[in-house]
């Protein structure tokens, strides 16, 4: 599967942003979709995740309450980001794995073996 990240930009403090993830294939419903983020100079990061079903959602505590994920029929995934700190600021990732809904480890970059490219988010303060 291909992945293709867009929906970044420079937003204030308190704005929101969507970013989307349009899969190629044809077995998207497939794979489990993830958002990790990587700031400048530190690791990426897990930010999202939501199973092949669309049932289960996992979030990172730093975003819980203010960004949501979700799929769609279209191949698409989203992150609608809400409430955003400069904190959130960096470059986010969309990425999938195949593992099914109970025995992900969502929480891993390991865990997702295809990428795409990245779209940036500035949140300026």
Do not use: H
Not at 26 to 38: D, V
Not at 55 to 84: C, E, H, P, W
Not at 87 to 101: N, P
Request: proline share 2%; charged share 20%.
């Amino acid at each position: 599967v291909q992945l293709q990240a867009s929906g970044g930009g420079l937003v204030q403090a308190g704005g929101s942003l969507r970013l989307s993830c349009a899969a190629s294939g044809r077995t998207f419903n497939s794979y489990a979709m993830g958002w990790f983020r990587q700031a400048p100079g530190k690791d990426r990061e897990f930010v999202a995740t939501i199973t092949r079903s669309g049932v289960m959602k996992y979030y990172a505590d730093s975003v819980k309450g203010r960004f949501t994920i979700s799929r769609d029929n279209a191949k698409k995934v989203y992150l609608q980001m809400n409430s955003l700190k400069p904190e959130d600021t960096a470059v986010y990732y969309c990425a999938a794995t195949r593992a099914s809904d109970y025995t992900g480890s969502w929480y891993y970059t390991d865990e997702y073996a295809y990428w795409g490219q990245g779209t940036k988010v500035t949140v300026s303060s």
